[in-house]
């Protein structure tokens, strides 16, 4: 038992082990709230496992807690209390903390009988609106690290704090948690002897550094149910400050995280962002930091026994029977990853590991080694379909004697393409692959403490290694350094692991986020091979310097990116050995790294890269083959290298043919960067000023939205109707277009069809006022549609001038301009045009190549089927999740919008970023899009099969339903 539990002058649970909560009946509750408060307000019951809790409403919304304490704690204990939540909320006046309101004054004449004790454990609170964080699902990082932040600023404000209150043993104090487990582990009815043992077992890392842990007045409580989240999504406001009591500082932050442990998607790296905001506050010292863990896992066995005492003596208490799932979920969690790695992994994060010893060693494991035979493999960087062992066979070919890959690296080979959760792929040890059958020796004398067919492990006084694929008959027993201990074999991988004599055995692959804790208990084994250890330069954060060098306009995906260095079909690698799925790049048509496209270009590359005024094939064939794929009267090509630039170059071809200078647009559209295209872009979410600050030689259309614009479903129709009168005002005040330029299928509405005849209304006025139809095929063309190559078809109308980009090149800068010979003949008069780069042999290959694999591939089809498929999908979940409000689009440009409300459409615009953010978690990319940023853009690469888009829905399901 720690401390000393007898003189103490409040509650002692260790007297009294047993507290149900007081009876208090809800018409009690009103009369009191009438007569002490002069309140009139209604009362409805809250759960609590030791007091009484009553909401009160006031005008049917509700404005108060009537809290009743337990019978058991005494006045001075309130007291204390009552002036900690003031502290509080004078220290920390933009948290909203729940101090007691006053009384009404004496108690009125004839006022009913009090059902408690004392009136002075009557109190009511103010209710602080929104909700507790027990009702959310999911806890985000972004959420974790505000409740860490929030019991570090609780803890700051609390830790001059004294009062004679504070004296009380609660059942809650961790330092009576293995007695309070010892006490009522007989309550729980299945499992009691695993929550003894984690009890003791967490009792040992913690009993020896008890003396070292400060000790202030401590919140206790501040889990997920009393914090409260108002406006934000992020808590600001404390309740329920019974708990409060003199112990462990650390206790505040343990208890604070046990909570996490029981929403769905945590394990218990999800703590982490919570510590290191805790840390950043009120810095963790280091005896703090090492038994936070055992802290917690402690907490979460006295929750069990608690729970299950509470329920045999409280049967109907609902609070405590409902609360169990989560309790145990937490348990399970605590105790899912042995307690050293987690502490090792929170000693690690928050920079108080002190430095490891060298591993010492008295012979080589393989003598002779030359290390100029050596090759290290770092196979997170050369993921190949082949994998590591046609690498390793490639080196040995070269000439290495041994390969072996590197110590505590991901091996992105090992990565499931398709995975929900972070998958085991860091090494603990190292792989060797030897060029012959060679002979393994002791490095330091030791004993054979384990040994099967393939696998020995010995332990020296201060390291043991494992070697795991050895063929081995050494007999257990004492071996001196040198001595034989078996075999490795040619060309197949031994694994060889290194830790301190007495270490937990780690797992040959762990998880990038557990990856700190593991290998903080492992050594590299490197030293007994002879080898130096492989130090990285230290780099600065990447995203620091990318801030540094490039411009802020330039955003980037993500608050927290991971980084990605490889790609291959739909899929993207990141370097901490994560593969996801990509949902968003529209631009890489055929997929990453396509094998096809990369063949092409570096045999160009090294034949002939020149520009466009030389005569050579494949400018030729290339604009052959686009124009081929377009009605015969578009059969002149200009070539460029991006979107920006082609439908730059196409308005410039619209005034040049009709010697007229104004260009219509529709709103909430983009259609580049350059001077032209951002005029004639009036997405709001890539200007916010975009309407106001527009040339006079733009003018825009209402932007055809038919989901949520000013006319929707029937009345689309409208649009128009109401742009071709726009077009004949503008005619008659004298100046009548060059062009209209739209996408043909509303791409950056999230691919939204325009409605029924719009293109062809828009074209017949544009083109009767002597103007040009401009149809910006960026984004939609190239067979993302499925049914149709090109979006203008789909609207039944040929466009004057087509621009595109993007997949024409599949990631390589590659766009162009079709258009009539008529028109392109009449941009004469402004001298000639030339590209440096623009239709260089080398972009021209590259397109060509695209071409043919869409069609070898049928990649146009397979964005039918499964774009068929994936819709279907999708809007099931409309009928699920009342947050999707619609699906739209075609093939593989698909838009899911999310709203708040069916009736206004609200756009649930914070919802979508943070689903994004939880969907990145879950292994998918996938990006908002819209004015409003609330369509996720479904534009994968069109190799995508059915399992892939059966894994976004799937986690877009498990997302929406369980929380982001
Ligand atoms: C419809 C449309 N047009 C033009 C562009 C500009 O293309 P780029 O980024 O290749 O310059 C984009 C880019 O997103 C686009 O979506």
Redesign the pocket.
């Known amino acids: 038992m720690a401390g000393h539990t007898s003189g103490c002058s409040g509650f002692n649970f260790l007297d009294q082990p047993a507290l149900p909560a007081p009876q208090v009946s809800e018409q009690q509750a009103a009369e009191l709230l009438a007569s002490r408060y002069g309140s009139r307000g209604t009362v409805k019951s809250l759960g609590s496992q030791q007091d009484c809790n009553f909401l009160v409403f006031e005008d049917g919304a509700p404005a108060a807690v009537l809290k009743i304490a337990n019978p058991a704690f005494t006045d001075t204990e309130l007291s204390a209390q009552d002036a900690a939540a003031e502290l509080i909320a004078r220290a920390e006046p933009e948290l909203r903390v729940a101090t007691p309101l006053p009384t009404s004054g004496g108690e009125p004449p004839g006022a009913p009988a009090c059902p408690v004790a004392s009136l002075a454990h009557v109190r009511l609170l103010p209710y602080l609106a929104g909700g507790t964080l027990t009702e959310r699902g999911y806890l985000s990082p972004a959420v974790v690290a505000a409740m860490g932040d929030l019991a570090g600023r609780v803890s700051l404000a609390l830790s001059g704090f004294s009062h004679p209150g504070l004296d009380r043993i609660l059942q809650w104090d961790l330092r009576y948690g293995n007695d309070v487990v010892t006490e009522l582990i007989s309550h729980v009815p299945r499992r009691g002897e695993e929550i003894q043992a984690a009890a003791l077992q967490a009792w040992s890392r913690i009993a020896p550094l008890a003396d070292e842990l400060p000790r202030q007045a401590v919140h206790l409580d501040l889990t997920d149910a009393n914090l409260v989240a108002g406006a934000s999504v992020l808590p600001d406001g404390i309740i329920d400050f019974g708990d409060l009591s003199d112990t462990w500082a650390v206790s505040e932050l343990a208890i604070t995280l046990s909570s996490v442990l029981g929403h769905p998607g945590s394990d218990p790296t999800s703590i982490l962002p919570g510590i290191k905001a805790f840390h950043a506050m009120r810095p963790l010292h280091p005896a703090e930091a090492k038994v936070l863990w055992p802290l917690l896992v402690l907490r979460a066995a006295v929750l069990i026994v608690s729970g299950a005492q509470q329920a045999e003596l409280d049967p109907d208490n609902a609070y405590v029977t409902e609360h169990s799932d989560d309790e145990w979920r937490m348990f399970a969690q605590a105790t899912s990853v042995p307690m050293d790695v987690m502490t090792a992994l929170i000693v690690t994060e928050l920079g108080l590991a002190p430095a490891a010893p060298e591993v010492q060693i008295e012979g080589r494991l393989i003598s002779g080694l030359d290390p100029e035979t050596v090759v290290t493999l770092d196979l997170s960087d050369t993921f190949t379909l082949d994998g590591e062992d046609a690498l390793a066979a490639a080196a040995v070919r070269d000439g290495a004697a041994l390969v072996i890959t590197r110590f505590g690296r991901p091996r992105l080979s090992l990565a499931p393409l398709l995975s929900a959760n972070s998958p085991a792929v860091v090494e603990t040890g190292i792989g060797l692959w030897s060029a012959s059958t060679t002979r393994v020796l002791a490095p330091w004398d030791g004993e054979v403490v384990q040994r099967s067919d393939d696998r020995i492990t010995l332990r020296g006084l201060d390291f043991e290694l494992t070697l795991t694929g050895v063929e081995s008959s050494t007999a257990p027993g004492h071996v001196q350094a040198g001595e034989h201990l078996g075999v490795i074999g040619q060309g197949r991988w031994t694994q060889l692991a290194v830790r301190p004599t007495g270490a937990p055995v780690a797992p040959q692959f762990t998880t990038a986020e557990l990856a700190p804790g593991w290998l903080a208990l492992c050594r590299d084994p490197r030293a007994v091979l002879g080898l130096d250890e492989l130090t990285d330069e230290p780099q600065r954060d990447l995203l620091e310097r990318r801030d540094d060098s490039f411009a802020k306009v330039q955003e980037r995906y993500y608050r927290d990116p991971p980084q990605i260095e490889r790609g291959h079909r739909h899929y993207l690698m990141s370097t901490a050995g994560r593969v996801y799925l990509d949902m968003v790049n529209n631009v890489t048509v055929l997929g990453h790294a396509h094998p096809r496209v990369a063949d092409a270009a570096s045999a160009q590359l090294r034949r002939l890269n020149t520009n466009s005024r030389f005569n050579y094939s494949a400018v030729v064939e290339f604009s052959e083959r686009i124009a081929a794929t377009l009605p015969a009267e578009l059969d002149t090509v200009f070539l460029v290298n991006?979107?920006?630039?082609a439908?730059d170059l196409a308005i410039r071809l619209a005034t040049a043919a009709t010697g007229c200078r104004d260009v219509i647009a529709v709103r909430e559209a983009?259609?580049?960067?350059t001077y032209a295209?951002d005029a004639v872009s009036t997405s709001t979410a890539d200007n916010p000023n975009a309407l106001a600050t527009r040339p006079d030689w733009v003018h825009t259309v209402e932007s055809p939205n038919s989901f949520r614009g000013k006319y929707r479903g029937a009345e689309a129709h409208r649009y128009a109707t109401e742009a071709v009168t726009q077009i004949e005002e503008l005619s008659a005040k004298g100046c009548p277009p060059a062009a209209f330029i739209c996408?043909p299928v509303y791409?950056?509405a999230g691919g939204m069809a325009l409605p029924d005849g719009y293109l062809q209304q828009v074209y017949a006025a544009v083109r009767a006022a002597g103007g040009l139809a401009i149809a910006?095929e960026?984004?939609v063309g190239y067979g993302r549609l499925g049914q149709w190559f090109w979006g203008f078809p789909q609207q039944q109308v040929v466009p004057d001038i087509v621009s595109v980009?993007?997949a024409t090149g599949n990631g390589y800068p590659l766009?162009a301009v079709i258009t009539t010979r008529a028109i392109a003949d009449a941009f004469r008069s402004q001298g000639y045009f030339f590209s440096s780069t623009g239709g260089s042999p080398l972009s021209c290959v590259i397109g060509l190549t695209v071409l043919d694999v869409l069609r070898d591939e049928g990649l146009q089809d397979n964005a039918l089927r499964v774009g068929e498929y994936l819709k279907t999908r999708l809007l099931a979940l409309r009928d699920k999740h009342p947050i999707v409000g619609t699906v739209h689009g075609m093939g593989l440009y698909l838009g899911v919008e999310l709203i708040r409300d069916a009736t206004t459409l609200e756009p649930a615009t914070e919802e979508t970023i943070a689903i994004c953010e939880r969907m990145l978690e879950l292994g998918v990319i996938i990006q908002p899009t819209g004015d409003h940023q609330n369509i996720l853009k479904t534009k994968p690469p069109l190799c995508i099969d059915i399992a892939g888009a059966d894994f976004y829905v799937d986690t877009l399901d498990r997302v929406l339903s369980e929380g982001f």
């Open positions: 991006s979107g920006s630039e439908s983009y259609h580049g960067w295209t996408e791409g950056n910006d960026v984004q980009a993007k766009g």
